[in-house]
């Protein structure tokens, strides 16, 4: 009932559109429900009405000649007009005979030499007959002619009006379902910017990417063809045995059997659906998950050859989902179209021969008009419940991905303010700061250190150590288990997580770079940013060197993660856009590890612009890059077990010393 109270709320935002469309679709459903009656209308009332009482009159509207006679219908004398001899016109067979007096009573009826016998219940009488030649009996037809023509005009009428009010009703509803699942997308991928990283180390890129896409587009078809087919159907149900009711409370009350059947089926068919489509989405979700694993990670499985396995591994999830898809293909074929038909044809059978019976014999108590509509009406009362289950599995499909969409959207999410706060001076502490990925677990303890505006802070220690997650820390990705992160005397747990990382910037080993170009990368498409300044930002870091032979410059295309461009040019356009953001505190996660010796040496006369002025942390790699840093910091299994600049830490002769000699000697060795 959530994932319906939600879906429900999204409606209720385009609920103007919806209603329109709902409203066109009963005129629709209406102007449809109205065309039987008028079909029982032309038979019952024109083309068998010929058999009505007839009159004798003078020359007039609707009177027709016969041997020297007028005669009328009853049904259109006018209040003025006197009535001679009754006459009767009767069907015997394919022939039409004409009666020169009245017939008292109805029943079956034989032609002879004598004339027509007519019998009823044992009771028999012959009355003298003329069989009509066909012009003759033409001319009793003809004041019917206008009278069905108009009828059928208005038939046409009511079928013209239904279609156009459908075809409104349809890009209406079309239109607000891709207004709700626009809103519905974009609430999803705002939501997802404001998950806190944890987030994303449980749940693998591909299957939040099926969520925001793939199950989305599974809830559209619920509110144009599941909302559609409900509604409708419903109406059509509902005016079917209104109009049964009218013409025969016998007939209407003996479809009401076909309520509970629904009802039943429904529970039957929601039981197995509702297990199949969760395995279903989920395995889709698993697919994608993959698919986004192995595009990410081509390069590995080709160079080591893991094509095999990969290829192995997605069959077992493709064949998962194609058994279940089959179990979900089984369960509407048994309750779906097949069901529905042998229902509809033995529900057709048994009232055409029960009442089609009744209107043979000689009591004649169901017209030949009432047999057509009343079938008519059948046929329409199934149609609808064809299409409720027919529409089963989609309601279902949309039902499962909206749990999948809304549980990413009740996921808590980081609340993001607009307030901007004055630049950060830069003094940066952490005191006694512990904190863990898992409960209980901890990756770093009782951190306590000092970083003053304008220092260069260096971390270093064996990977695993801490390094990084310091820094999630600063930037608030994570939050401290224990202890606590000030900037300029503030607590950063105070500070908004937008507001926080306005003056801060980051550069990473591996710099991300987003399809566009490479000034809105450097940019970020901010409009505060000029033109001049991406180009002053890349000057100032000696990228203009290295990017100079692009043809297009800072126009040239760069498409995603920006894989037509070699590492160093990749993270020089990352230290550009450091620089063009003019952060207060700066952190470079070992930003000159995975660069050539050249662009290292153009990155590092760029650096000291970089960091003027600004607190700047650097996470190294190679311990001849921090030389000199005012602060050096080493860590070790999540503790700092050692703290100085260079030469400090070199005479203490401890981790530091060890680790730089061993740096050092590997180094002389590869130069021998």
Known sequence: MKVVKKLYQYATLYKKLIIGALIMLS????????????????????????????????????????????????????????????VRVLQVGTQFVFVEDAVPFDGSRKLDGEGITVTKNGQSETFPATVLEKQDLMSFY?????????????????????????????????????????????????????????????????????????????????????????????????????????????????????????????????????????????????????????????TIIQAFNQGKGAKESFERLNEEHFTYQNKMLNLNSLTGHNLIGILKTSALVLFIWYF??????????????????VVDFINRLLQPVQGIVNQFANLEQALVAGERAFSLLDEPGILVEDKSIMRYKGNVEFKDVSFGYKENEYVLKD??????QGETVALVGQTGSGKSSIMNLLFRFYDTNKGKITIDGKDIQDIPHQTLR??????????????????????????????????????????????????????????????????????????????????????LDEATASIDTETEAIIQSGMDVLK???????????????????????????????????DELMALKGKYYQMYELQKGQKNGLAG
């Open 612 to 646: 003027k002025g600004r607190t700047t942390f650097i996470i190294a790699h190679r311990l001849s890059t921090i030389k000199n840093a005012d602060q050096i910091l080493v860590l070790d299994k999540g503790r700092i077990v050692e703290k100085g600049n260079h």
């Open 447 to 452: 951190i306590t250190f000092q970083a003053k």
């Open 356 to 373: 089609g019976g009744m209107s043979m014999t000689v009591s004649s108590a169901i017209s030949l008009g009432m047999l057509y509509a």
């Open 27 to 86: 005129i629709s459903v209406a102007a449809d429900l109205t065309g039987p009656f008028v079909a029982k209308k032309i038979i019952d009332s024109h083309i068998l009405g010929i058999e009505s009482e007839w009159y004798e009159t003078e020359e007039s509207k609707d009177a027709v000649p016969y041997q020297g006679n007028w005669y009328k219908r009853t049904d259109y004398f006018t209040n003025h007009e006197t009535r001679g001899q009754e």
């Open 142 to 298: 003809q004041p019917e002619i206008a009278r069905i023509f108009m009828l059928v005009a208005l038939y046409f009428g009511l079928v013209l009006i239904s279609s156009l009010f459908q075809y409104y009703q349809s890009y209406y509803l079309q239109k607000s379902a891709n207004r709700i699942i626009q809103r519905m997308r974009n609430d999803l991928f705002t939501h997802m910017s404001r998950l806190p990283i944890r987030y994303f180390d449980k749940l693998p890129a591909g299957k939040v990417v099926a969520r925001i896409t793939n199950d989305t587009e599974a809830i559209r078809e619920l509110y144009v063809t599941v909302l559609a087919n409900f509604f409708s159907s419903t109406i059509n149900i509902i005016g079917v045995f209104i109009a049964l009711f009218i013409l025969n409370p016998t007939i209407a009350l003996a479809a009401l059997v076909l309520v509970p059947i629904l009802l039943i089926w429904t529970i039957i068919y929601r039981k197995f659906a509702s297990k199949y489509n969760h395995i279903i989405r989920a395995r889709i979700s698993d697919i994608n998950g993959m698919i986004n694993e192995s595009i990410s990670g081509m």
């Open 502 to 587: 306005e003056h801060m910037g980051i550069v990473l080993q591996d710099p991300y770079l987003f399809t566009g170009t490479i000034a809105s990368n450097i940019n970020l498409d901010n409009e505060a940013i000029s033109r001049e300044a991406i180009e002053k930002a890349l000057r100032d870091v000696g990228g203009d060197k290295v990017l100079s032979h692009l043809s297009q410059g800072l126009d040239e295309p760069v498409i995603e993660k920006g894989s037509t461009l070699s590492s160093g040019q990749r993270q020089l356009i990352s230290f550009a856009r450091a620089l063009a953001f003019n952060p207060a505190i700066l952190i």
